[in-house]
């Protein structure tokens, strides 16, 4: 079954753009388009697309203000954020809104592609630099000993195999780069993810902005 889709930026030639793109994605279907959150807000709940598209600076309603509407009326559509704006305050303050992922709009063709695939299937898509700061925070507060009840127990090398995991490393790309053998990098990230009591990175992510290992006012 394909992908529904719903695209919304205030810009016609993004959302053209976009829209030749997808259209090149046999598994994905664009059922819709809308220019502000307002419009966004209404298609996710007339239509229920899998994933709605959307800018994060519109008129009318903001990308984080319709997201977190969508998330509340319409819990069941993911929202990727597709914006010119990459600081990471903008990444949480999304994230935390209910988004499944934030792309920035200099990204490849095929990134796109990837993130809608990747939230419709329910998980997160993380932007690899957004990711890399993500993790470079969650292991200096590991250092610090900041929740230690919480993941005191990571082992030097598991914190670098969760490095790569967020950088977006494959098993086999990371066992390369460690020296190590791909059952025994899987081995770590079960262990990693047994240790934190999580179970997906979607979890990581959520938890650590919950347990304010990373603060929106220091970026």
Same mark, same amino acid.
């Given at each position: 079954?394909?992908?529904?889709?719903?695209?919304?930026?205030?810009?016609? =030639?993004?959302?053209?753009?976009?829209?030749?793109? =997808?259209?090149?994605?046999?598994? #994905?279907?664009?059922?819709?388009?809308?220019?502000?959150? $307002?419009?966004?807000?209404?298609?996710?709940?007339?239509?229920?697309?899998?994933?709605?598209?959307?800018?994060?600076?519109?008129?009318?309603?903001?990308?984080?203000?319709? +997201?977190?509407? =969508?998330?509340?009326?319409?819990?069941?559509?993911?929202?990727?954020? $597709?914006?010119?704006?990459?600081?990471?305050?903008?990444?949480?303050?999304?994230?935390?809104?209910?988004?499944?992922?934030?792309?920035?709009?200099?990204?490849?063709?095929?990134?796109?592609?990837?993130?809608?695939?990747?939230?419709?299937?329910?998980?997160?898509?993380?932007?690899?630099? #957004?990711?890399?700061?993500?993790?470079?925070?969650?292991?200096?507060?590991?250092?610090?000993?900041?929740?230690?009840?919480?993941?005191?127990?990571?082992?030097?090398?598991?914190?670098?195999?969760?490095?790569? #995991?967020?950088?977006?490393?494959?098993?086999?790309?990371?066992?390369? $780069?460690?020296?190590?053998?791909?059952?025994?990098?899987?081995?770590?990230?079960?262990?990693?993810?047994?240790?934190?009591?999580?179970? +997906?990175?979607?979890?990581? $992510?959520?938890?650590? #902005?919950?347990?304010?290992? =990373?603060?929106?006012?220091?970026?």
């Amino acid at each position: 079954m394909a992908i529904r889709v719903v695209i919304v930026d205030d810009h016609a =030639i993004v959302r053209a753009g976009m829209r030749m793109l =997808i259209d090149g994605d046999p598994d #994905i279907e664009i059922l819709g388009e809308g220019e502000n959150g $307002v419009d966004a807000l209404r298609l996710a709940k007339e239509l229920q697309p899998d994933v709605v598209v959307m800018d994060v600076t519109m008129p009318e309603m903001d990308g984080v203000e319709a +997201t977190r509407r =969508i998330k509340a009326e319409a819990p069941n559509v993911a929202v990727l954020a $597709v914006t010119i704006h990459e600081g990471a305050d903008y990444f949480f303050r999304m994230l935390q809104a209910g988004s499944s992922g934030y792309v920035p709009k200099r990204a490849a063709p095929d990134d796109l592609l990837r993130a809608i695939h990747t939230v419709a299937e329910g998980n997160v898509f993380l932007e690899p630099g #957004i990711a890399k700061d993500l993790v470079a925070d969650y292991l200096e507060r590991v250092e610090e000993g900041s929740e230690k009840d919480s993941y005191d127990g990571l082992t030097e090398r598991e914190c670098e195999v969760l490095t790569h #995991i967020a950088e977006g490393g494959t098993n086999r790309e990371i066992g390369e $780069v460690l020296g190590i053998s791909v059952k025994t990098v899987e081995r770590h990230a079960e262990n990693i993810m047994r240790k934190l009591n999580l179970h +997906t990175r979607t979890e990581l $992510v959520k938890y650590a #902005i919950r347990k304010n290992l =990373i603060s929106l006012d220091d970026m």
